[in-house]
Every structure is written in structure tokens, then in C-alpha cells.
């Protein structure tokens, strides 16, 4: 272990403590509560709802100034980079807000560490190739901590990785921010969509 790698258990509890911050809000931001019943009150269809909330929540995570305010939030273990606090705060309270719309509690342990799983969009599809999503939220705790676990420790790798993939992108700004902008759009419509899939009923008509 290098100096200035962060322990599992550091991180875990650095994730809660975003998570816990990022459902009540803050720094000018709703709670996940009010962000989903807002939604609820424009559409009539929880699925509709999500999907706008999803597109608007993404739109702001390529905005870098949005990020850059909401950085200082938690203080960040000193091995990941600093936009991961912005990032992380907006992917949270947007899935905690999809959850609500699903009818599950932010505050249950289980929907947290479906959370954590949902971060991992794509990758945690990918981790989880064999189960199906509607599936995910009935496997047991213990199966559930494991899942989250895997996909937490998938996406600091992936993350490390595009640290060091990403510094030379920053001696040009201009172009820097717009690959960062992009990244961080799908990152979060990436999340959004599998909260989507786990949060929601199924929508798709099933035939006999």
C-alpha cells in the first residue's frame, strides 16, 4: 500500500458521511426529499419525473462552477481528487431522490448501499451482469454490503485511473473542461439511469 492510499474503511465512512450530507442537502441545494416531491408535483408519472430529474441533475454536473461550490462540503480524503466531493454530493441526492420516488426511504441502510451500487452506472451493470436490477434491491444485506463494496472499490480504481490519464487534458484549460464537463454529465446520467432501473417498478409489459 502506497502512502497516500485511503483505507477501505476511511472511505466507507467518508462516503456515509457525503451521503447522509448530501440527503438533507446544503449549500444552497434541497434535501433529496423536497428535490423529488418537486418532481412529483410537475409530473404525474414517477418515471417521467426521474427522467427530468436525471437529465436536469446531469446538465448541472457538467457545469464546473456548480461542482466547484459544492466541493468543500465533506472534507475529501487527501488521495482523491477535489471535484470528486461536487460530483459524488449531486449523484447522491439525485438517487436518493429517485428512490423516494420509488417509494423507498433515503435513511434505510439498504437503499443506502443500493446507492452506492447505482454510482457505479455502466460499471456496476457490468459487475452485476448476472443478476437483474429489479433484483438487486431483494438480495440479502449481507449480498447487498458485498455488491456496494465491489462497486465502490471498481470505481476508485477507475477513478485513480483517470486522474493520471487526466492531467494532461489540464495544460490546455479550455479543452480540460470540456472533457471534465462531458465525463461528469455521464457519469451522473450514467447513475441516474440505473437508479432508475433498481428504484422504480418495471415498466416493460410482460407477455404469457
Request: hydrophobic share 45%; proline share 3%; with cysteine.
Amino acid at each position: 500500500m502506497h502512502d497516500d492510499d485511503i483505507p477501505f474503511n476511511t472511505l466507507f465512512s467518508w462516503l456515509d458521511r457525503l451521503y447522509a450530507q448530501a440527503i438533507k442537502g446544503g449549500l444552497g441545494t434541497d434535501s433529496a426529499e423536497k428535490l423529488a416531491h418537486h418532481y412529483l408535483s410537475t409530473f404525474s408519472d414517477i418515471h417521467q419525473a426521474a427522467d427530468s430529474l436525471v437529465t436536469w441533475e446531469s446538465s448541472k454536473a457538467a457545469t464546473s462552477g456548480f461542482i466547484t461550490g459544492l466541493a468543500g462540503i465533506i472534507t475529501l480524503p487527501v488521495a482523491l481528487p477535489a471535484g470528486l466531493t461536487g460530483l459524488l454530493f449531486i449523484q447522491f441526492r439525485m438517487i436518493a431522490a429517485v428512490a423516494i420516488l420509488g417509494g423507498y426511504s433515503p435513511d434505510d441502510l439498504r437503499t443506502r448501499h443500493l446507492a452506492y451500487i447505482c454510482l457505479g452506472g455502466s460499471v456496476a451493470k457490468e459487475l452485476l451482469h448476472n443478476t437483474s436490477m429489479h433484483f438487486i434491491s431483494q438480495l440479502s444485506f449481507k449480498a447487498l454490503e458485498a455488491a456496494s463494496e465491489k462497486t465502490i472499490t471498481t470505481l476508485m480504481m477507475h477513478s485513480a485511473v483517470g486522474v493520471a490519464t487526466g492531467s494532461a487534458s489540464r495544460l490546455i484549460p479550455l479543452m480540460g473542461g470540456i472533457i471534465s464537463g462531458t465525463l461528469d454529465w455521464l457519469l451522473v446520467r450514467s447513475s441516474g439511469a440505473l437508479a432508475g432501473e433498481i428504484f422504480l417498478p418495471d415498466i416493460t409489459p410482460h407477455h404469457n
